[in-house]
């Protein structure tokens, strides 16, 4: 079956670096891949999608790539803020609608 | 202009009930999923609904889960002789038909004592 992995629990910064988190997956690539941010309490917001022909995408200071010879999706946040904070997800979307699949989440701490 | 809205936002409950959640989503929006979300887990699709399709059912985890949606906007889901395993956080989302982006309720809680 298809396993997403995201690549820490946790993950703490210092304000002002830039943020990774990484999405790698198993077996056959998605469709596109999305990045979902969720703070405690609440359901999750969209942020960014990448096709399986798109290397990357840029939305402020977000920025995601997707490379599906190495199965695997990075999203940076530059310049990152104490209010970045939150759990990130990725989510791959498979040609039906339905068949979409979260990752068990980041939860990213930006320290000032 | 409101989003998408659940309700209970908390419920507790006692093994052996049954529980139904709402949600509303946005208005207009054709498509309807529901997730369900343990703690510290990523979000596990449960059903999903398109315009007047027959839903997709296939990630409902037993048979005492289930789900309406009427006239193509309010959903129910229901939980049939609730278990502890049951406790998560159900959430619901919409969107346009075809639209790659899916807007979240706040979810309900469900604690099953």
């Known amino acids: 079956s298809q396993k997403i992995e995201q690549n820490s629990e946790a993950l703490n910064i210092q304000e002002g670096k830039t943020a990774t988190l990484t999405c790698n997956y198993t077996?056959?690539?998605?469709?596109?891949l999305q990045w979902y941010r969720q703070d405690p309490g609440r359901g999750p917001v969209f942020l960014l999608l990448?096709?399986?022909?798109?290397k990357e995408k840029r939305k402020e200071r977000l920025k995601v790539t997707f490379d599906t010879t190495l199965k695997q999706s990075l999203f940076h946040i530059t310049a990152s803020q104490p209010a970045d904070s939150a759990t990130y997800l990725c989510?791959?979307?498979?040609?039906?609608?339905?068949?979409?699949?979260f990752g068990s989440g980041t939860r990213l701490s930006i320290r000032p | 202009g409101a989003g998408v809205s659940q309700s209970p936002s908390n419920k507790v409950t006692e093994k052996g009930k049954d529980v139904e959640l709402r949600c509303d989503p946005i208005?207009?929006?054709?498509?309807l999923y529901w997730y369900r979300q343990s703690l510290g887990q990523g979000l596990e699709f449960l059903i999903y609904?398109?315009?007047?399709?027959?839903?997709?059912k296939s990630g409902l985890p037993s048979d005492r889960f289930s789900a309406e949606r009427t006239g193509g906007s309010v959903s129910t889901l229901t939980i049939q002789r609730t278990q502890q395993e049951d406790s998560a956080v159900y959430l619901c989302?919409?969107?346009?038909?075809?639209?790659?982006?899916?807007?979240f309720g706040p979810g309900t809680r469900l604690l099953v004592l």
């Open positions: 208005s207009g929006h054709t498509a």
């Open positions: 077996n056959y690539s998605p469709a596109y």
């Open positions: 609904f398109q315009g007047n399709s027959a839903p997709d």
């Open positions: 989510a791959l979307v498979y040609s039906s609608a339905s068949k979409i699949i």
């Open positions: 989302a919409s969107c346009w038909d075809n639209e790659e982006t899916q807007y």
């Open positions: 990448i096709r399986e022909n798109e």
